[in-house]
């Protein structure tokens, strides 16, 4: 029996860049996923001013990771809020094996089944490009890019007519130390769900609706 894509959870995994956002957001339009971004949930908080944003804004704006106590705090609070027939991706979460242990025990005391964790895979080289030229829309959180998708008008943005910006951490200097902080605390995750039986590592340059297809096609030969 095919298992319906609503119902599913997943984990988004993939190095900054690799497209997990855009990813998450296909799945939210085609599958009716509940999309759970701790990127977009501590910049929210920053916007806040509230005390877990300016906690976390020093480490965001140097490309380090915010502490695991923090963010394990507010997963927990966001995925109590959810039913066990509500499907959900996490991305941005886990990032880091004590943080994936949290969540197991997390999901566990929910009554939350983890279908997949999918691993977006994408060279460096493609990662700084697609990162470098990145703009956004501080006002209403719209995204750009200065090769790829370009607004109507150059720096504004389509949606709400503010001002495009690059983000501190898409800066050179920034995603370098973002990528090396992945490639030490992140990517150990690889092994660590490889070890449970439900990753699946997928090109992430193939397209972003052949990759929902290539997740789709997994899980249910998995579930069948």
């Not at 339009?29 to 977009?40: K, R």
């Not at 394990?72 to 996490?90: A, C, H, N, Q, S």
């Not at 070890?195 to 030969?221: C, F, H, M, W, Y």
Request: charged share 25%.
């Amino acid at each position: 029996m095919s298992l319906d894509c609503r119902r599913i959870h997943l984990i988004l995994l993939g190095a900054p860049g690799a497209g997990k956002g855009t990813q998450a957001a296909y799945l939210r339009e085609q599958w009716g996923l509940t999309h759970i971004s701790t990127g977009d949930i501590l910049r929210a908080e920053v916007r806040q001013g509230s005390a877990l944003g300016q906690e976390a804004q020093g480490y965001m704006e140097r490309g380090e990771l915010v502490p695991d106590d923090v963010i394990i705090r507010m997963m927990e609070e966001r995925l109590k809020l959810l039913g066990v027939d509500t499907g959900y991706v996490l991305d941005g979460f886990p990032r880091t094996e004590a943080q994936a242990e949290a969540l197991t025990q997390m999901l566990a005391r929910i009554n939350h089944q983890l279908d997949a964790v999918v691993n977006i895979a994408v060279q460096d080289a493609e990662l700084i490009r697609r990162l470098t030229g990145r703009r956004v829309c501080p006002s209403c959180n719209a995204v750009y890019h200065v090769d790829t998708m370009k607004p109507k008008v150059d720096g504004i943005c389509d949606v709400c007519g503010g001002a495009l910006i690059q983000r501190k951490d898409d800066q050179i200097d920034a995603i370098t130390n973002r990528l090396e902080v992945y490639k030490a605390q992140t990517q150990p995750l690889i092994e660590y769900y490889q070890k449970r039986g439900n990753l699946l590592t997928i090109d992430g340059t193939i397209g972003v609706p052949q990759v929902a297809e290539s997740v789709r096609v997994a899980i249910n030969g998995a579930s069948a």
